[in-house]
């Protein structure tokens, strides 16, 4: 069995990804590492080029940024790194350069991979979400953060099967617009998108802003303060978990401070009607999947 890692990445510094990490926590799992890296306004060449290890394969792309609107481009790049993964892998695993995993899954992960290897009718695997606000303490807890998403698809696939390519701005994958058929991989991304410094924060967005707004409204956003407002919540919890060892660095490097007041709720009736039911049943109403989820 072979396992190929895939991923996409553009102004790392710039924009503050924890992409080293992200890549170091997959690299066990895999066989392979495929690294797309857009050409950037920072040194992220030369970034990820200095991971020294014989799995990782970098490549370089420009990004075609007429075709940004609702994150396409973001689609695209990420299509042409998983065309860039070893025709002889039987699984693709996907990270964003904001994902990391725990190393306590590196062997679920591959466990997975194994068991559902000769299953055709398992087209990927999906991963809970773990999905961190402010800082390195707080998780969403809301219907407004999605639960799970594929991070793993089925690299050979029937011939009379379409391709599988990302879907929207890569948020998941899909096989000629159809959902895929997947099984749970029994491990979870931790994201880590929304932890920087307010400043850092708010710079961050502006930045990517391009790839979901069009000029005009781009050009507004930019004239937005430079500092994210973090209050801006309907509810979070209290992370009382390990984070990734990759992360430890990271996290000691935190030179911000947040206050977070965890009893505060903000919903509309709907909403926290639909969170009650959630926390008291563990079932979340009306939820979007990118999926189809094949039971037990």
Known sequence: MKIAGFTIIRNAILND??????????????????????KSDDETLELIRSLKDPKIRVYESEWDLTRRKGGEVLALETDKALALVSHDADWAFYIQADEVMHE?????????????????AVEGLLFDYLHFYGTYDYVGDSRTWYRREIRIIRKKLQP????ISAFRDA?????????????????TIYHYGWVKSPARMKAKMKNVARFWQDEGDWQKFLKTEDVFDYSDFDSLALFQDSHPAVMKERIA???WHIEIDLSRKKFNPADRLLYWIEKKTGIRLFEFR???LIPD
């Open 17 to 38: 990804y924890p992409v080293m990490e992200s890549i170091q926590s997959i690299l066990p799992a895999v066989d392979e590492m495929v690294v797309l890296v857009g």
């Open 104 to 120: 306590k899954y590196i062997s679920v992960v591959r466990e997975s991979c194994e068991k559902y290897l000769d299953d055709p």
């Open 160 to 163: 009379a099967d379409g391709p």
């Open 171 to 187: 948020q998941g994958f899909r096989k000629q617009g159809e959902k895929l058929n997947v099984k749970k991989s029994g491990a």
């Open 253 to 255: 490097r935190q030179d």
């Open 290 to 292: 990118n999926y189809r």
